[in-house]
């Protein structure tokens, strides 16, 4: 199955119209907007073409969209100085970016955290906290950052 809306986001990457898209495969500008819109589909052959055109993987059409990226989401510096076809653009790109942060969060595994919950007198738990990660209570901690993600 082709998603069409997986069309249409490798036609706006490419700054391509529909009709540019058609041309470059031999078919109408409606049966790419038939196709984005869902309502249609294209032969095999016409598929790979349309693939090679967008440069993508066949595979990327047959993906599901997992979620909605809204436009409005993107600020532009100058938003009416940018061009409509550069923030479908830019939204693209971000859409893609979203799937890719959404779906690599789902394999991420964060370690276990070896740090203590330390409530009370501040000195009391900085003491507990230096025993714990084994730093000398007379050392000034060079780097608290990099400790701390170490540990």
Known sequence: ?????????ARELGCLTQTEVAE?????QTAIARLEAGSMTLSDLKMDELARVLGFPRQFFEREVPEFFPVGSLEFRADSATPA????????YAS???ELAASLSKQLKMP????????GDSEIAARQLRSDLAISP??????????????
């Open 85 to 92: 076809k550069e923030r479908k653009r830019a939204h693209q």
């Open 138 to 151: 007379k050392t000034p901690i060079k780097n608290l950052t990099a400790t701390l993600e170490r540990a």
């Open 112 to 119: 276990p955290m070896r740090l203590p919950r330390l409530a």
């Open 24 to 28: 470059a495969i031999q078919v109408q």
């Open 1 to 9: 199955m082709i998603y069409g809306a997986r069309v249409e986001q």
């Open 96 to 98: 893609i970016i979203f």
